[in-house]
């Protein structure tokens, strides 16, 4: 078994509520999961990453869990789990589960139990503080999702943290047995044979001991955090002391340690902090700690351009001592990439533009993280007010509606009820008429779909080692639409040029490669080459191999 097969792997995230319905209640679940593996399959992905089905109230719609070693019922049950697990690995995919560790529901038997009173076995398994004297919260942090980190808790008298909504009480990793019994319900999982973790929010998992109050920023200097052009009050803080304390490297040690009792098993740690590149490099760095991280630095709303990417990768301390960085530009938080970089594009240029996103991705070094819908060029679906579901996007009405525009349900066949997700009369959120004329059953129709495009291009690419796990060099053309590096591996080295434009154009390569594009099926996005020019069409792509340098 290679233990190293996470690198430059392509995972495919899966969003189970959203995938396929096959109880008929208009919600996703694993069997339908299950049903549409050779779908995936076919994609020329690695592996799966799927996203939280355990027991759950669903206040965070299964970011708040109840039971980390149990199936809700809405998603099925251990043997269905045991079944797509099964299934995964017979067509060569491996299963990667999300593990959400640095909270639980507040509907977990260890928080009803913490919450009894000041004495009980478990009384410091989560954050607990007094009130000031005037009754207000211990200090000045915010939640994620909006207010106070801090709810007063009747019964036992004191205030709990919770870094998101108050359902979501924060666990105290500062006490052992907080850790043993967190590492014990991963353990469950890797007994039952999963390939890994996602880990949600991991460098939230510890707090400052002596609860001190986070300084405010300067706007001047550091301006502030936010999706909107008005500050929010989460924005308005440095976080440095409600997450990324120095103790979670420690517990990142512990984790990996437990790990290695399973080879060919990795991590991947997702990060949220005021530097998160900085942040991931530190959480995977030195060969003890997670293996691969993935920070919102490519999934910000600032448009697509060749300074931003190229920032973003040399960032990432990558090297010998240094991390394994992942990438994706769309996940089940952030606006879909079709809609954020390419609101200003037309439906028919939206879709030559889907395919350049699906180039660019799996040509960065580092593992690469592609979410539901992206190989279709699914845009952001627009949710009436009053069946926004998402608590963020309640709160954040009528500025943002929250996540639920990227967690709509997946088109598979325009031909039927609610696209084939469901043939419940109605389905969780909604599905727009626009994901309706991007169904699988119409772009398999289509050479130059997206879909058809992506199949090709990660069947291509499995063949390009240099894609895979080589070494990359970034070049800079004078135009912030072109993007252009080096991948190099042993013999293979590639020249990777996109145009970021919906207009062509004509450059000179900055050094000497083939006249032939090594990827000749990209159909209408190819671009050409002469000799001494490259002409990319609107969106086009070119891959040339490096003869000279």
């Known amino acids: 078994m290679n233990d190293f097969w996470w690198k430059g792997a392509v995972f495919y995230q899966i969003y189970p509520r959203s995938f396929r319905d096959t109880n008929h209640d208009g919600v996703g679940d694993l069997n339908g999961i299950t049903e549409k593996l050779e779908y995936v399959a076919d994609l020329g992905v690695d592996a799966i990453w799927i996203s939280p089905f355990f027991k759950s109230p669903m206040k965070d719609f299964g970011y708040d869990i109840s039971d980390l070693c149990d199936i809700d019922p809405m998603f099925g049950v251990l043997a269905d789990f045991d079944n797509l697990l099964n299934k995964a690995h017979r067509l060569g995919l491996k299963v990667i589960i999300d593990m959400v560790l640095s909270h639980t529901s507040k509907r977990h038997p260890w928080f009803e139990e913490s919450r009894k ?90 707090h400052d001991k002596q609860l001190r109050d986070n300084p405010a920023k300067d706007p001047e200097k550091e301006g502030f955090s936010s999706q909107f052009e008005k500050p929010d009050p989460y924005g308005m803080q440095r976080h440095i002391y409600n997450k990324s304390q120095p103790e979670a490297l ?23 902090d005021d530097d998160s590149t900085k942040r991931a490099t530190e959480y995977t760095s030195g060969n003890d700690k997670y293996n691969t991280a993935y920070d919102f630095s490519l999934m910000t709303g600032e448009r697509i351009t060749a300074p931003k990417v190229k920032k973003a990768i040399e960032s990432f301390g990558i090297g010998p001592d240094g991390g394994w960085p992942s990438w994706a530009f769309t996940n089940h938080d952030v606006v879909r990439a079709t809609s954020r970089w390419g609101g200003h594009l037309s439906d028919e240029q939206r879709r030559p533009f889907a395919s350049l996103l699906m180039a660019i991705l799996p040509s960065l070094i580092g593992t690469v993280f592609i979410y539901q819908g992206d190989e279709l060029g699914l845009t952001e679906a627009e949710i009436p007010y009053d069946q926004i579901q998402d608590p963020w996007g309640k709160y954040l009405w009528p500025e943002w509606q929250g996540r639920d525009g990227c967690r709509t349900p997946m088109p598979w066949n325009s031909n039927k009820k609610n696209c084939d997700f469901s043939d419940a009369d109605e389905t969780w959120l909604p599905i727009p008429d626009d994901h309706y004329r991007k169904a699988v059953n119409l772009q398999e129709e289509s050479p130059n779909s997206p879909l058809a495009f992506t199949r090709r291009f990660l069947a291509w690419r499995r063949k390009q080692p240099a894609l895979i796990t080589g070494t990359i060099k970034f070049f800079d053309m004078k135009d912030d639409n072109l993007l252009c590096f080096g991948r190099y591996h042993n013999d293979q080295n590639l020249l990777c040029l996109f145009n970021l434009e919906d207009k062509p154009k004509q450059i000179a390569p900055p050094l000497a490669i083939s006249t032939e594009n090594t990827f000749p099926q990209a159909g209408n996005l190819s671009g050409t080459h002469d000799g001494k020019t490259v002409s990319l069409p609107a969106f086009g792509v070119y891959f040339g191999r490096i003869t000279e340098e």
């Not at 989560?126 to 200090?139: E, F, R």
């Not at 006490?175 to 043993?180: A, G, H, M, R, T």
């Not at 517990?251 to 949220?272: D, H, Q, S, V």
């Open 250 to 272: 420690d517990f990142a040690r512990r984790f990996r340690k437990m790990m290695n009792e399973y080879p060919g098993t990795m991590t991947l740690a997702e990060i949220g």
């Open 117 to 206: 009173d000041g004495n009980n076995p478990k009384r410091d398994w989560y954050v607990w503080a007094d009130p000031k004297p005037d009754g207000t919260p211990p200090n000045n942090w915010r939640s994620i999702f909006g207010g106070e980190a801090w709810t007063f808790d009747t019964r036992r008298r004191q205030y709990y943290m919770h870094n998101f909504l108050p359902d979501q009480p924060d666990l105290n990793y500062h006490n052992p047995d907080v850790q043993d019994a967190i590492l014990e319900s991963c353990r469950f999982w890797l007994d039952k044979g999963v390939d890994g973790f996602r880990l949600d929010v991991i460098n939230f998992i510890y």
